[in-house]
């Protein structure tokens, strides 16, 4: 049986210009510098002003940066902010879009393979960092956002994608689901374990991973109070996306307490600017600086 599970869109593209910055005041202080470990930051598929970028920075340390429009978006608002960003002390957890399965399978209906189609996305993601400023060896995780064990053309298309970054100077990542999901009959899989065997099966470049993993617990929910990386049942992560926008009632009702009354999570201060909150082991999990 063809298993295909979708995660919520990291954030949802509809409400991605929401205007937010229009909402934000200027802030002329130099931001202050986080010393918490593990380090705290944020993802979010529109691009929030410069304003609060600015002040946001007292509470958070890195940001995720698309390269490519986000899911479900026609336009990407991040970029040409690298330099802006990393002047005022921001990391980078840099991110480009996947595709979703039934887009592999119409590429590979009218001719083009899941690998070619991986490598040509790849292509995109790698043009595009080195637009941006990205140095080399700078992490680029794959959004891949349905969860459950991966589909032999999921697995063509995402181990492609990532093989062809490895070889590029810059170095692969992936985002990927570490809730459990059915799979054989009294068994559960995350999608990040596997990724990992494929990657260990068939002897490929290790790749650096961005845990989507809300369920509370282990998820502390809308708060920058964090736990251990490792706590997300995950072990070997780069980073762990902990909550998110809007929140899945059925994963997070012990800690729905932590979120807004319309199940979206706020940047402190900034009750319009919703948001993923994500750790990581860096300040700068992509090394992007």
Same mark, same amino acid.
């Given at each position: 049986m063809?298993?295909?599970?979708?995660?919520? #869109?990291c954030?949802?593209?509809?409400?991605?210009a929401?205007?937010?910055?229009?909402?934000? *005041?200027?802030?002329?202080a130099a931001?202050t510098?986080?010393?918490?470990?593990p380090? #705290?930051?944020?993802d979010r598929?529109?691009?929030?002003? &410069?304003?609060?970028m600015?002040a946001?920075?007292?509470?958070?340390?890195?940001?995720?940066?698309?390269?490519?429009?986000?899911?479900g978006?026609?336009?990407n608002t991040?970029?040409?902010?690298?330099?802006?960003? /990393?002047?005022?002390?921001w990391?980078?957890? #840099?991110?480009?879009?996947?595709?979703?399965d039934?887009?592999?399978l119409?590429?590979?209906?009218?001719?083009?393979?899941?690998?070619?189609?991986?490598?040509?996305d790849?292509?995109?993601?790698?043009?595009?960092?080195?637009?941006?400023?990205?140095?080399p060896h700078t992490?680029?995780?794959?959004?891949?956002?349905?969860g459950?064990?991966l589909?032999?053309?999921q697995?063509?298309?995402?181990?492609?994608?990532t093989?062809?970054?490895?070889?590029?100077?810059?170095?692969?990542?992936?985002?990927?689901?570490?809730q459990?999901? *059915?799979?054989?009959?009294?068994?559960t899989?995350?999608?990040?374990?596997?990724?990992?065997?494929?990657v260990?099966?068939?002897?490929l470049?290790?790749?650096?991973?961005f &845990?989507?993993q809300?369920?509370?617990?282990?998820?502390?929910?809308c708060?920058?109070?964090? /736990?251990?990386?490792?706590?997300?049942?995950?072990?070997?992560?780069t980073?762990?996306?902990y909550?998110?926008?809007p929140?899945?009632?059925s994963?997070?009702?012990?800690?729905?307490?932590?979120?807004?009354?319309?199940?979206s999570?706020?940047?402190?201060?900034?009750?319009?600017v919703?948001?993923?909150?994500?750790?990581?082991?860096?300040? &700068?999990?992509?090394?992007?600086r």
């Open positions: 063809r298993r295909s599970i979708t995660l919520p #869109v954030v949802l593209a509809l409400l991605a929401c205007g937010c910055s229009r909402s934000t *005041p200027a802030v002329e931001p510098t986080l010393s918490a470990s380090a #705290v930051g944020f598929n529109g691009y929030p002003g &410069d304003a609060a600015i946001m920075r007292s509470s958070f340390a890195f940001t995720g940066y698309w390269l490519t429009n986000p899911p978006a026609h336009r991040w970029l040409g902010k690298r330099e802006f960003l /990393k002047q005022h002390g990391g980078f957890l #840099v991110l480009a879009n996947g595709r979703l039934a887009e592999i119409s590429a590979q209906k009218h001719g083009t393979p899941p690998a070619n189609l991986a490598r040509a790849a292509a995109i993601a790698i043009a595009a960092a080195k637009r941006e400023g990205f140095p992490i680029l995780f794959l959004d891949q956002e349905e459950g064990a589909l032999d053309e697995a063509a298309y995402l181990l492609g994608w093989e062809a970054v490895a070889t590029s100077g810059f170095r692969p990542g992936v985002y990927a689901s570490g459990p999901t *059915p799979d054989d009959p009294g068994t899989i995350t999608t990040i374990d596997d990724i990992r065997k494929h260990q099966a068939q002897h470049h290790e790749i650096a991973v &845990d989507a809300d369920a509370c617990p282990p998820a502390p929910g708060t920058l109070q964090t /736990k251990p990386l490792d706590a997300s049942g995950e072990l070997g992560l980073a762990w996306q909550s998110q926008s929140r899945r009632p994963l997070t009702r012990s800690c729905a307490a932590t979120y807004a009354a319309n199940g999570c706020y940047a402190p201060g900034f009750p319009t919703f948001l993923d909150m994500d750790e990581a082991s860096s300040a &700068d999990p992509s090394h992007g």
